[in-house]
């Protein structure tokens, strides 16, 4: 029972820290905000994370979680690999305008083992998903390829080009995210989307 109230505290904390991050932006909050609130002492925020930085992390991979779950339900579906592909694009755009004011690609700059470590496991998780789409392309007739986790990972490589070249748009801090150059970035996502699988196509 104490293990769980420690769950469900962690949660409330998470909760109220994204709460105010998506208002006021993660910079500009501070663990009295949140604890104050929760209407907690600042010493129990303490005892879940150490700093502000730790909260905000893990507000990053409570809700990349979720981000991930839903792109790997929608490479479930029973329809077209690039129809897949597609979506997944607009599920990413979505998550970025959702959750803009979160300073989502600070944690790009982060150079610690730790965040290093969850960087490559999630590089490794959307790998997967990559293949297994490709994987059902081929074998529902779609796609005509002999190395599916080769051609996923090209694919992946394209699309991380396209997202790197484009970060200028995407704030780590106030002010909003450039939605222009923004909508330009998953214009040329959905393009190379078109173009690659017209390559990989069974003809």
Do not use: W
Request: include cysteine.
């Amino acid at each position: 029972m104490l293990a769980e109230n420690k769950d469900e505290m962690r949660e409330k904390i998470l909760e109220a820290a994204l709460k105010r991050f998506m208002h006021y932006g993660a910079s500009k909050t501070t663990m009295n905000e949140i604890a104050d609130d929760l209407r907690f002492s600042k010493a129990s925020l303490y005892y879940y994370f150490s700093d502000k930085k730790a909260l905000h992390n893990a507000v990053l991979m409570k809700i990349g979680e979720t981000f991930f779950q839903e792109q790997e339900a929608e490479a479930d579906k029973d329809i077209s690999s690039e129809e897949i592909f597609n979506n997944i694009i607009t599920i990413k755009k979505q998550f970025v305008e959702r959750f803009s004011r979160l300073e989502l690609f600070k944690i790009l700059n982060d150079k610690s083992e730790e965040i290093q470590q969850i960087i490559r496991e999630v590089n490794e998780r959307e790998a997967k998903m990559l293949t297994k789409i490709v994987e059902k392309g081929v074998a529902s007739g779609e796609f005509d390829v002999d190395n599916p986790r080769e051609i996923a990972q090209l694919y992946r490589d394209a699309m991380e080009g396209l997202r790197f070249a484009g970060l200028s748009c995407l704030p780590e801090t106030l002010p909003e995210i450039d939605k222009e150059a923004f909508e330009k970035i998953v214009a040329q996502q959905k393009l190379l989307t078109e173009i690659f699988v017209r390559g990989i196509k069974k003809r």
